[in-house]
């Protein structure tokens, strides 16, 4: 058994950077983050062909390979300093409900890459889990007391979905604790921006509420569906957060193998999200609540002690500042689609 303890070296700009998922939202904007920082050499992954990816970054190896599969993972991990595994077959309420035997599938991915990323000789590897991986009877009121990382145990975790993420983080947890090989956990909080989803089926609530604000107010039909009675709560990060989070948790030895929430608190109902969308777009909307669509937990938040603690820093982008991005950035698909320009969104391939 080889031994990554020496791992512990400050990186190099040049060191290789492997991120998957890398045609999807989260994944494409960390690309686009380290590339930012000037990192040079950088492989991204996804088993989505290359067209269909939100972000194409130039001068970064991108590569199309489904890593459910072993021998594509030890592909991906060759010579590779740190992994940023972030591929999940995923999506919003509509998705996970529908097809928990796909998500639960994704357990694949991260077994392969973990094991190949260790073979590689990796030095740091990132598992991005999810707030659904906390125990469903704590979220069954829409006044939540915010979740704190113990409260994932005693588990019961968002079916399908959910467990897959908390089996993952054990991955990550023993990998640490009986090969020394060093993890890092983060459980995101609904995250959202330019460049993910929104329409297709996949789409998170205020990619979903922006494009039905943008059709309605295209179509002079000023009706929106919610779905649910409008009165589920959740917290919503904005993308440049998460990626500086990620970053953040990866180097931090104090949280080595340590789930950790990444998050905001600012805690919102959807109904006041469609105000906000509303008052972005300048339009109000007669609005119907579909109580038979999947809403989710009644309600969910990010206890933000830890990070705060260890990191000295939370996700802080205020809500109206990100929506105002996000709503623009799918206008502009919305247009240019229209227009008859390719845009990636709603691909499938399950
Ligand atoms: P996304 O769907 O935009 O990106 C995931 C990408 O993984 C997709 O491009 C998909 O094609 C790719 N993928 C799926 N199966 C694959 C496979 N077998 N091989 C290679 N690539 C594969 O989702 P995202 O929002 O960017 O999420 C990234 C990660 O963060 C996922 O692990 C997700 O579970 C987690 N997460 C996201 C949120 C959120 O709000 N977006 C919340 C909690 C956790």
Redesign the pocket.
Known sequence: MKNNSTALTTRKKDDLILV?????????SLVRYFHNQGFTNIRA????PLPM??QRIPDVESLS????YRE?CKRAAEGASEVY???????GMGFIEHFRVECLR?I??NTHMIEAAYWAGVDHYFY?????AYNTNLQKDPNVRALKESDAYPAMAERG?GWE?LVSEMFCQEYWAERHFRTAIA??????GPN??WDGG?E?APAALSRKVIEAVEKKDHNITIWGDGSQTRSFMFIDDCVKGIDMIMHSDDLIATPINLGTSELISVDNLVSMVEDIAGVKLERHYDLDAPRGVAGRNSDNTFIKQTLDWEPNTPLRTGMEKTYNWIKQQFTDRKAGKPTPAG?HNN
């Open positions: 998957t998922g890398a045609g999807g939202f989260i994944g494409g992954v996804d088993k989505k990816w939100y390979l489904d890593l459910s594509n595994n972030l591929a999940a077959d995923m999506g994704s694949l991915i991005s889990s999810s707030a659904c979905y993420k459980r995101f909080h609904n995250v959202y993910g989803t996949r998170k691909y």
